[in-house]
């Protein structure tokens, strides 16, 4: 409760959601009592929502599984997935609906779940250490510790011990799957396992990683292509060789692109072993583990193009790694359409201007910059004497739609991306190959973001 109103205290919530999390919470506690699944919680800087894919694409079909969606990552959207809901939002009456559905499987007994995959965020200070004092993990899953939220937290060692907060909160098996790779991550292995053998608080670690010491390790990464189309080939996904515990064997990922994105698959390896799950079974599985929406999703693109679709946000790294990407494939033309990378404050301009130079280094042919701050990509590029015929500038995503539909060709492999405010998602729509998909592959697509156009930001 400390803990709690020191979170309110910090970031000034309304009384109303104060109650409305205490309510949610307790209806959690009852539904947990009840039905007692196993919890596996997934925190971390980035990755989350990646690695409780691959976990759920691994568990479904073993067992009854369920997994928060969109940012039910909170304290109102975990309690609410845990009772198996969406949130009530304005409307009384909708939560007057939740209450009395909760009344009803905690009198009555439902096929519930047996696992439940939680990914939980954390912005400010105590918000994992308030989620893991009513949900008891039986697996904690810890994907990266760098520097994001640092408005709240000031240094990275601050999220480092509020991101570890899952991994003490464990129950007596304490098994944490943890990604060794991580510089912040392995000095907090290292610092439990120089404990005494006999101290009841150490935890059994499960490690991933490219590292040799990882227990569960990715080697020989590549890339696969499919058959040639009008004398192209086009990128497929990755595929990479499984090492655990000295035998290897091979895992495609059919619909990933990014390399960091192994990291997820490698989370899903580590639960799959933890149910008892043999390797070739996993690996299975995993061929049909997906990018959720927006997040390097490769999509067929008209005019036998492949649109790379990471519209869901985009940071400065975020960025950088997704320009690596589209260097690294085969293509006939790579083509960028970036929006804006948004609160980004004095470093604007120098990030911007470094996304130009990063697109020279991976071999970009066309620029199509959205938005006034990407501006500055655009006047670095000219000063680098690329193109200018090559350059296009947009004031906002609907502007760039006519442009990109002329100029795309077959084999052209297209880049989409900008922050979540600058509405890229709109881009990928108007080029996709099959627009009858969108609401299953493409990012806000729910009626609250459809029926609101783009705001300049």
Not at 13 to 26: S, T
């Amino acid at each position: 409760m400390e803990t709690q109103n020191k979170i309110i205290k910090e970031t000034g919530k309304a009384k109303k959601l104060v109650l409305l999390e205490k309510i949610l919470r307790f209806m959690a506690i009852v539904i947990l009592k009840k039905y007692q699944p196993k919890v596996i919680g997934i925190t971390g800087s980035v990755g989350k929502t990646s690695a409780k894919e691959a976990i759920f694409t691994v568990l479904n079909g073993q067992v009854k599984v369920r997994k928060n969606e969109k940012n039910y990552n909170n304290e109102i959207g975990l309690p609410l997935t845990i009772l198996g809901v969406k949130s009530g939002e304005r409307s009384i009456i909708k939560w007057l609906e939740i209450f009395f559905y909760w009344l009803v499987i905690a009198i009555f007994p439902i096929n519930y779940p047996d696992v439940l995959i939680l990914e939980m965020g954390a912005d400010h200070p105590g918000d994992i250490k308030y989620l893991a004092s009513f949900i008891k993990c039986e697996m904690a899953v810890i994907t990266d510790i760098s520097g994001s939220h640092l408005e709240y937290f000031k240094t990275v060692n601050r999220v480092a011990k509020e991101k570890w907060e899952l991994v003490k909160s464990l129950r007596k098996k304490r098994r944490a799957i943890v990604n060794l790779d991580n510089t912040q991550i392995l000095k907090l292995v290292t610092k439990n396992q120089d404990q005494k053998k006999d101290n009841p608080k150490k935890i059994n670690f499960l490690t991933f990683g490219f590292s040799e010491k990882a227990d569960i390790k990715a080697e020989e990464v590549l890339y696969n292509y499919s058959e040639k189309i009008e004398n192209i080939e086009r990128v497929k996904g990755l595929s990479f060789k499984l090492n655990y515990q000295g035998t290897v064997i091979p895992v495609r990922l059919n619909n990933v692109l990014a390399k960091h994105n192994i990291y997820a698959a490698l989370s899903g390896v580590a639960v799959g072993l933890e149910f008892k799950m043999n390797l070739v079974e996993i690996a299975k599985a995993l061929e049909n583990f997906s990018m959720p929406c927006g997040r390097m999703k490769p999509i067929l693109g008209m005019n036998n193009t492949l649109i790379i679709d990471d519209s869901y946000n985009a940071s400065p790294v975020s960025t950088k790694a997704a320009l690596k990407v589209l260097g690294e494939i085969k293509s006939n033309r790579r083509i960028v359409v970036l929006g804006d990378m948004l609160e980004l404050g004095v470093d604007t301009e120098a990030e911007h201007k470094l996304i130009a130079r990063e697109f020279l280094k991976n071999k970009g042919d066309i620029f199509l910059a959205v938005g006034q701050r990407m501006k500055f990509a655009t006047e670095e590029l000219k000063r680098l004497n690329f193109s200018t015929e090559k350059i296009f500038t947009y004031k906002n995503p609907n502007e760039a739609i006519e442009k990109l539909q002329k100029i795309i060709q077959s084999g052209d492999v297209i880049l989409v991306k900008g922050s979540q405010g600058m509405r890229m998602e709109k881009i990928v729509e108007s080029i996709i190959k099959n627009p009858s998909d969108i609401k299953e592959i493409l990012c806000r697509q729910d009626e609250t973001w459809k029926s609101s156009d783009w705001e300049p930001v």
